[in-house]
């Protein structure tokens, strides 16, 4: 499969627990974005990152919620304290390199707070 | 006031007519705007890919853009139930590259 893999598909945690998103670009492709989907709401972006370099986080909530894209394996989006605002649709994208290049969007992560 | 305006319908259109859908934007550093297809509970499909002004076609699809007027647009010709679906436009540019502003989405219905 050579798309963005993203998993889990869909991720249940109470409040007060930690979610941890993970996200495997496509084949080739070493720029990884991740992007929130609220109910009648639409994409809104988080976080640019290279392997080991976190591009642009002017997305991010200032506090719990962090990412990485290490050297090897997936990019991870963490969520530390969960609170049930952060219920949503995460997606991942990617793209092969900078500047005007196109994003390819795995089928996200919907994420549930009890 | 949103960098990027879209109408989020519904539109309605009977098969095989022609979709055309929009979007505005504010920001003047936006140079290059995609659209892209989102099915129900499915991440957003990469349709179309403009870089600055222009027409583009591919198919089915014709992706128009005019930046004197901050404007954008997506044409779907004979359009199919299998259409049905939310339209999304995104752009970047200027310092940012990497951050798509995203409309609110477009849902289309295309009836038999």
Request: with cysteine; hydrophobic share 30%; charged share 20%.
């Amino acid at each position: 499969n050579a798309g963005v893999m993203q998993n889990p598909r869909h991720l249940v945690r109470r409040r007060g627990q930690e979610a941890r998103l993970r996200c495997s670009p496509m084949k080739g492709h070493s720029h990884v974005y991740w992007y929130r989907q609220l109910p009648e709401e639409g994409l809104k972006f988080m976080v640019y990152l290279q392997k080991e370099n976190i591009i642009d986080e002017s997305g991010m909530p200032k506090e719990r919620f962090s990412a990485e894209f290490p050297k090897e394996g997936p990019s991870i989006l963490r969520i530390q304290q969960v609170v049930r605002g952060d219920s949503a649709a995460y997606f991942c994208a990617s793209s092969p390199g900078t500047g005007a290049q196109p994003q390819h969007f795995g089928d996200g992560t919907r994420l549930s707070i009890l | 006031q949103k960098e990027v305006e879209q109408d989020p319908g519904p539109l309605s259109v009977p098969e095989g007519a022609i979709v055309s859908l929009n979007c505005t934007y504010s920001n003047s550093a936006f140079q290059y705007f995609m659209w892209y297809r989102q099915y129900s509970r499915k991440g957003p499909e990469l349709l179309m890919y403009t870089y600055s002004s222009g027409n583009k076609e591919d198919g089915r699809f014709t992706a128009q853009v005019d930046k004197s007027s901050k404007y954008i647009s997506l044409f779907i010709r004979d359009s199919q139930p299998s259409d049905s679906a939310t339209y999304l436009c995104a752009m970047a540019g200027g310092d940012s590259w990497g951050k798509l502003q995203f409309g609110a989405g477009t849902q289309v219905v295309v009836t038999p």
